[in-house]
């Protein structure tokens, strides 16, 4: 079992920039594709962020050039630097691993989910 923890989350002001991280346990996830999931009120949940096992990455059209997803194998944590956030970026933003070292964006194909961390941004 892989137990994901996120934090980072908060309110700010639109053009400003957070830092997620999302700290896995219970198993090491160097192997997995691990991706990042946000939802809005009223609103699917989608995929933003996908880094597979080797690193190789991969963005929504809706965050391309201003969300960066990186890993660290050593500490098992997963990240997501956002910068130039905009209010339609408010959301619970979710961390997912998935068991197999290839990212896809259907969210039923990830097995493991963080709590949420909310993240706000005001115009």
């Known amino acids: 079992q892989v137990q994901l923890v996120e934090s980072g989350g908060g309110s700010v002001q639109a053009g400003g920039s957070l830092g997620l991280v999302c700290a896995a346990s219970g198993h090491t996830v160097s192997s997995y594709c691990m991706g990042w999931f946000r939802q809005a009120p009223g609103k699917e949940r989608e995929g933003i962020a996908t880094i597979d096992a080797y690193g190789i990455t991969s963005y929504a059209d809706a965050v391309k050039g201003r969300f960066t997803i990186s890993k660290d194998n050593a500490k098992n944590t997963l990240y997501l630097r956002m910068n130039s956030l905009k209010p339609e970026d408010t959301a619970m933003y979710y961390c997912?691993?998935?068991?197999?070292?290839?990212?896809?964006?259907?969210?039923?194909?990830?097995?493991?989910w963080g709590q949420g961390t909310q993240v706000t941004v005001s115009s």
């Open positions: 997912a691993a998935r068991q197999n070292w290839a990212c896809f964006w259907n969210a039923q194909e990830y097995v493991y």
